[in-house]
C-alpha cells in the first residue's frame, strides 16, 4: 500500500496503519492529544493556562440559556455552515435547489459542491468586511457575510467548468480562480477589506489541484460533488460513520493547507507542535471537522443514515474558545495574552485550543443534564449550534464594543 503524496494522479490511498501520520488524521486523535493538555492543567502544571472547574457550571447554564432562549422546544439543527445559508429567516440554499429543479442523488452532490469550498472559505474575515446581500436588503459580517458571500460565488458559476452546468464545483476552475474573480463575489475593495483574500484564493486553487489529481474519490470529472458518490459507496447499506467521512477528509484535503507539517510525505494539516504532548504534534482539525459536521444534511437528505457524530470534536475556535475565556473556565497565567496578535502556532495558542476541544465536552455533559436531555437525542453538534458557538458570540457581545472575540490571531484565512 502506498503513502499518500502531494501530486500525482491517483495519490488518494489508504494511509498504512504503521504510518507515523495515521495515529493523527482522526477525532480520537484529537480527544488523546488535547485531553493531555487537560491533564496537566487540572494537576495545575499547563504551561499557560490555568484550569477552574469551579466555574463549569456557570458556563454551562449560560450555554443551555442561550440554547433555550434560541431554540424553546429544543429542536435544535446541527451545527453547519448550512445554519448561514438560513441568516435572517431566509434559506437561500434551498431557493436556488428549488429554481434549479435539484432532486435525489444530484442535490447532494451540488450540496457538497457548494459547502466544501465554502467552508474553506469560511476563517475570520476581521472586524472591517460586510457583505450586502441585495436581495433580501442584508448587511451581514463575519461568518454569516462570508458564507452568504460564498453562496454567491458559487449561484454565478464561477466554480463551474461546464456552462451548460452552473451550479457546480470542478477542478479546473477551482485551479483558475483569481483574486480578481473573488475579490468581486466578495464585495471586497480598498474600503472593505477581507482579512486573507489571497491565502484564500490559493487554498481553493489547491484544492482544484487536489481534486483534478483524484479521481478515486472525486471521478473522472473531478468534481467535488463526486464525493457523495465515494462516500455512498463505502456505505455500510444506508449508514455512514461520521469517523469514516472525517478520515475520509483529512486525507484527501490534506495537501489542501499550506505551510502544514508534512510526516513522511503526509500533510497534517490543522496540527501544530507542544512539548507536552506524546510525539510533540497536536492535531485539531478544526475546518475540516466543521466540513464533516456540514456533510450531515446533504447525506441525510439523501436517505443515509449518519452515525457516531460524538466521535467528532468540539471545534477549537475563537467563538468556543472565547466562552472558555470570557466566562473564566480557562485564564492565561500571563495578561499579555489578551493584548498580543497571535499567530496560530505559538504554544499559547495550542494549548488554549487544546482546553477548548476538552472543555466542551465537559460543557456539553453539563449541558445536557441541567436540559435534561441524553447524549443520543442531543449530540454534541446540536450542542455547539445551540449552544456554545452562540453563546461565545453573545458573551463577546455583552463583553466589548462590536462583539469582538477576547483575543487577536494573525489569520492567513486557512485556521480561524
Not at 13 to 37: D, E, S, Y
Not at 150 to 158: D, E
Not at 226 to 233: G, K, P, V
Request: aromatic share 8%; with cysteine; proline share 6%.
Amino acid at each position: 500500500m502506498t503513502t499518500p503524496s502531494h501530486a500525482g494522479a491517483g495519490w488518494h490511498t489508504p494511509v498504512p496503519r504503521n504510518h507515523p501520520a495515521a495515529a493523527l488524521l482522526n477525532a480520537q486523535a484529537v480527544r488523546r492529544q488535547c485531553a493531555q493538555i487537560m491533564a496537566k492543567a487540572e494537576q495545575g502544571g499547563a504551561a499557560h493556562f490555568t484550569w477552574h472547574p469551579e466555574r463549569l457550571m456557570q458556563v454551562a447554564e449560560y450555554v443551555a440559556d442561550t440554547i433555550q432562549s434560541r431554540y424553546p422546544d429544543l429542536a435544535v439543527p446541527y451545527h453547519s455552515r448550512w445554519r448561514h445559508f438560513e441568516t435572517g429567516g431566509v434559506d437561500r440554499w434551498r431557493q436556488l435547489a428549488a429554481h434549479a429543479g435539484l432532486r435525489g442523488s444530484e442535490r447532494a452532490r451540488t450540496r457538497i459542491d457548494l459547502v466544501i469550498p465554502s467552508v474553506l472559505l469560511d476563517a475570520g474575515a476581521g472586524p472591517d468586511w460586510w457583505y450586502l446581500d441585495h436581495a433580501n436588503n442584508m448587511r451581514l459580517a463575519r461568518s454569516e457575510g462570508l458564507g452568504i458571500a460564498s453562496l454567491a460565488l458559487f449561484a454565478a458559476g464561477v466554480l463551474s467548468a461546464d456552462r451548460t452546468q452552473s451550479l457546480r464545483t470542478d477542478a479546473s476552475a477551482l485551479a483558475a480562480l483569481t483574486e480578481e474573480s473573488v475579490a468581486a463575489a466578495f464585495q471586497v475593495d480598498d474600503g472593505n477589506p477581507l482579512v486573507g483574500l489571497p491565502g484564500r484564493v490559493q487554498m481553493l486553487r489547491r484544492l482544484g489541484e487536489v481534486v483534478e489529481a483524484t479521481p478515486a474519490v472525486f471521478g473522472k470529472a473531478r468534481r467535488l460533488g463526486n464525493l457523495f458518490d465515494y462516500l455512498a459507496d463505502h456505505a455500510h447499506g444506508k449508514t455512514i460513520n461520521a469517523a469514516f467521512i472525517l478520515e475520509t477528509l483529512l486525507i484527501a484535503l490534506g495537501p489542501v493547507w499550506p505551510g502544514r507539517i508534512v510526516l513522511d510525505g503526509v500533510s497534517l494539516g490543522d496540527c501544530w507542535g507542544h512539548p507536552d504532548v506524546g510525539g510533540g504534534l497536536l492535531p485539531f482539525h478544526k475546518l475540516t471537522q466543521w466540513l464533516t459536521y456540514s456533510m450531515l444534511e446533504p447525506l441525510e437528505e439523501a436517505g443515509y443514515e449518519v452515525v457516531g457524530l460524538d466521535e467528532l470534536t468540539g471545534l477549537p475556535e475563537y467563538r468556543n474558545g472565547g466562552l472558555l475565556l470570557d466566562l473564566g473556565l480557562i485564564q492565561p497565567r500571563d495578561p499579555a495574552f489578551f493584548n498580543d496578535r497571535l499567530t496560530v502556532d505559538r504554544p499559547d495558542v495550542v494549548e488554549w485550543r487544546a482546553l477548548t476541544v476538552i472543555g466542551l465536552d465537559r460543557i456539553a455533559d453539563a449541558v445536557r443534564e441541567r436540559l435534561g436531555v441524553s447524549a443520543e437525542a442531543f449530540p454534541l453538534a446540536r450542542v455547539l449550534e445551540g449552544g456554545t458557538w452562540a453563546a461565545g458570540r453573545r458573551i463577546a457581545a455583552e463583553r466589548r464594543p462590536g462583539g469582538t472575540p477576547p483575543v487577536n490571531i494573525l489569520s492567513d484565512g486557512t485556521v480561524f
